[in-house]
């Protein structure tokens, strides 16, 4: 295969031309690549005005995240940095995909935790549990089919419970005219306070607990099953890149794909040339967001099957906000994404270790911020680096016009 193949086919990956889509920049790859060098530089002037080293900083920082093999306690690492990036990538892949159709989708965050609760439900549910229980105990050494159907049943409905929480914000869009960003930001808190405030303090909670332990646990049947002992990691990973190849194969390999891309290139300028091409942009936009919605509780399925369980009282947002700037870093392409997720599940899989050095975790924060405002700094990276490229084409032809005369 040549070079040139090659390079094709990864340009093919990341690719996201809007006027073009058979002709791929090769900007497309180098801008979220040079944003985040300059992020990292600039983490790096920041820690030195601290009065810190940030050579140590860093070699912590991405010495301890799981990315550099070797070490004792890598095998673990590793694990963990899977974990954690497999939710960035649902949440990152729901945000993209809502951009792709021009949708701001700013709920994948409420459509998170939506997912979990219903996850939760279907993981303890006395007639689903016992069941599935039933099944397991029975098939003896096969047991492992009860535990994939039983998971399968609460990732399926986790998803639902999300994609119906994006769909409502997409009818109240397209039905009532409620604005895509306003809708999906009241209905994330109202799922929040619904959850946190009523249903794991309330009828979720076991009566043998206090309201401070959080929901009944769910089954072990319900549990994702582990691929790497002794350690955490799941089949997370797995899932979330089949449903990255699933978003990829969506967008650019069905007619549903093609007609959400449309209303998304033509969505900031306010043309209707879809709607002048017969789809039927308000349907196309709450399956968009039903699908988005899903890939967020997708994420929020793994948190409960695949860590914590049961649905914990005290607990943080911020996997959707997070997922935001990982559609942005991985610009809003599925391979981008999923690359996306990996550096910022590293940065906080390592952050821990830089207290080591008298350096607070919170650094890398800072340095995911710098990431995602270079990125949204992007027309001035791209600005300098045509410039950069049409000055080296320039030299170049003037050298081959002087042996051409020579």
């Not at 093999?69 to 990538?89: N, T, V």
């Not at 691929?227 to 194969?249: C, E, M, Q």
């Not at 690359?339 to 906080?348: C, K, M, N, V, W």
Request: with cysteine.
């Amino acid at each position: 295969m040549s070079e040139t193949s090659v390079t094709r086919k990864i340009l093919k990956l990341f690719g996201i031309d809007n006027h073009n889509h058979a002709r791929r920049d090769p900007l497309n790859v180098w801008v979220p690549l040079i944003s985040i060098g300059l992020a990292l530089i600039a983490g790096m002037i920041v820690i030195a005005a601290s009065g810190r080293n940030p050579f140590v900083a860093y070699g912590l920082l991405f010495g301890d995240s799981g990315l550099i093999p070797g070490g004792p306690s890598w095998k673990r690492e590793f694990a963990e940095l899977l974990i954690k990036s497999a939710m960035y990538m649902a949440t990152g892949l729901s945000i993209a995909l809502a951009f792709k159709g021009g949708m701001f989708n700013i709920g994948a965050e409420g459509q998170f935790w939506v997912g979990a609760i219903v996850a939760t439900f279907f993981g303890y549910w006395s007639p689903v549990a016992k069941t599935f229980g039933f099944m397991y105990t029975a098939l003896g050494s096969f047991g492992w089919i009860a535990q994939l159907l039983h998971g399968g049943l609460c990732i399926l409905m986790g998803m639902i419970g999300g994609g119906l929480w994006a769909a409502l914000a997409a009818y109240l869009n397209v039905k009532r005219g409620v604005y895509i960003v306003i809708g999906t930001i009241m209905l994330n808190w109202i799922a929040w306070f619904l959850i946190t405030s009523w249903l794991i303090i309330g009828p979720m909670t076991p009566p043998t607990q206090t309201f401070t332990s959080g929901s009944y646990y769910v089954a072990k049947t319900a549990e994702l099953i582990r691929i790497l002992p002794p350690t955490r990691l799941n089949t997370s990973i797995l899932l979330v890149l089949l449903a990255a190849y699933g978003t990829w194969f969506l967008l650019y390999k069905t007619t549903i794909g093609y007609e959400i891309r449309a209303i998304g290139h033509t969505a900031n300028i306010g043309s209707e040339a879809p709607k002048a091409q017969g789809v039927n942009i308000g349907k196309r936009t709450i399956q968009m967001m039903f699908l988005s919605g899903c890939l967020a509780g997708l994420g929020g399925t793994f948190f409960i099957l695949g860590m914590q369980r049961q649905f914990p009282n005290a607990t943080v947002m911020g996997y959707g906000w997070t997922g935001i700037g990982i559609a942005l870093m991985g610009q809003s392409e599925p391979v981008g994404v999923v690359l996306a997720s990996l550096f910022i599940g590293a940065l906080r899989n390592g952050a821990t270790s830089m207290q080591v050095a008298n350096i607070p975790k919170t650094f890398s924060n800072i340095i995911e911020g710098l990431a995602v405002g270079f990125i949204a700094l992007q027309i001035a990276v791209r600005y300098y680096l045509v410039k950069f490229r049409e000055r080296r084409e320039s030299r170049r032809k003037t050298t081959a016009d002087k042996e051409a005369t020579a």
